[in-house]
């Protein structure tokens, strides 16, 4: 116990003596830096400027981030919206209607020799074309509800003709479906399909180009071939 009342007491006096000199030396300070001052204060005002000027720096630095972050956000809220607008349209036609659509999207974007089957039985060719660089494009078309998925076995049925029937260079499976399943999209990537979900549809609809979504579901690039004349 006497030693624990020494220890704690030489412990304080420690303390006192550290806040004594603490003490010395900042009057020593201030008192160096009255003598100094007309040589202090240029270093003080530039320091504290600096300090100001790094500060407005980071508070308008987050101020861009958090205006850049809600922009971005803002931006994909109006696009999916623009998207799905568009879609309205399609939506509301038939399934004959569609492929007949989706041919025109396939011309607009350059492809030529474009027909549609517009029949059961064609064997999941449902739109046949060429790209522009001479590609074979065969195209699934299934128009199902938003909310429906596109199961493995569609994908598996246009897996087993696009090619082999039809002698794909680019298979492409559209639907107006939010989402394939991840067998169906599975399938679409070992099989190298391009699986074209509403959102990239409604990029579609709205101007994006057929050659910037190929690369965006499976690798859907096919061997470099002309047509026959």
Same mark, same amino acid.
């Given at each position: 116990?006497?030693?624990?009342?020494?220890?704690? @007491?030489?412990?304080?006096? =420690?303390?006192?003596?550290?806040?004594?000199?603490?003490?010395?030396?900042?009057?020593?300070?201030? $008192?160096?830096?009255?003598?100094?001052?007309? &040589?202090?204060?240029? $270093?003080?005002?530039?320091?504290?400027?600096?300090? =100001?000027? &790094?500060?407005?720096?980071?508070?308008?630095?987050?101020?861009?981030?958090?205006?850049?972050?809600?922009?971005? &956000?803002?931006?994909? %809220?109006?696009?999916?919206?623009?998207?799905?607008?568009?879609?309205?349209?399609?939506?509301?036609?038939?399934? %004959?209607? +569609?492929?007949?659509?989706?041919?025109?999207?396939?011309?607009?974007?350059?492809?030529?020799? !474009? !027909?549609?089957?517009?029949?059961?039985?064609?064997?999941?060719?449902?739109?046949?074309?060429?790209?522009? /660089?001479?590609?074979?494009?065969? !195209?699934?078309?299934?128009?199902?509800?938003?909310?429906?998925?596109?199961?493995?076995? /569609?994908?598996?049925? +246009? $897996?087993?003709?696009?090619?082999?029937?039809?002698? &794909?260079?680019?298979?492409? +499976?559209?639907?107006?479906? @939010?989402? +394939?399943?991840?067998?169906?999209?599975?399938?679409?990537?070992?099989?190298? *399909? !391009?699986?074209?979900?509403?959102?990239?549809?409604?990029?579609? $609809?709205?101007?994006?180009?057929?050659?910037?979504? *190929?690369?965006?579901?499976?690798?859907?690039?096919?061997?470099?071939?002309?047509?026959?004349?």
């Amino acid at each position: 116990m006497t030693r624990l009342r020494r220890h704690w @007491r030489l412990k304080k006096r =420690t303390r006192r003596r550290l806040q004594a000199w603490g003490a010395v030396a900042a009057v020593a300070a201030a $008192v160096w830096t009255a003598r100094h001052w007309t &040589a202090v204060w240029p $270093v003080l005002a530039t320091v504290l400027a600096a300090a =100001t000027v &790094a500060g407005t720096g980071r508070a308008l630095l987050r101020a861009h981030r958090r205006a850049v972050h809600h922009d971005r &956000a803002w931006r994909a %809220q109006e696009e999916a919206r623009a998207r799905e607008l568009s879609m309205a349209e399609v939506d509301a036609s038939s399934w %004959q209607e +569609f492929e007949t659509y989706i041919a025109d999207l396939c011309r607009r974007d350059g492809c030529t020799k !474009v !027909v549609v089957s517009g029949k059961s039985g064609d064997l999941g060719a449902d739109v046949i074309g060429y790209l522009a /660089d001479g590609r074979k494009l065969v !195209v699934q078309c299934k128009k199902y509800a938003p909310h429906r998925s596109v199961p493995s076995q /569609d994908m598996q049925k +246009f $897996v087993g003709t696009a090619r082999l029937e039809h002698g &794909a260079d680019v298979a492409l +499976f559209v639907t107006t479906s @939010r989402t +394939f399943t991840k067998a169906a999209l599975s399938q679409a990537l070992r099989q190298d *399909i !391009v699986a074209l979900h509403r959102d990239l549809l409604g990029a579609w $609809v709205k101007g994006a180009h057929l050659d910037t979504l *190929i690369p965006l579901s499976g690798r859907g690039s096919g061997a470099r071939r002309r047509p026959s004349a």
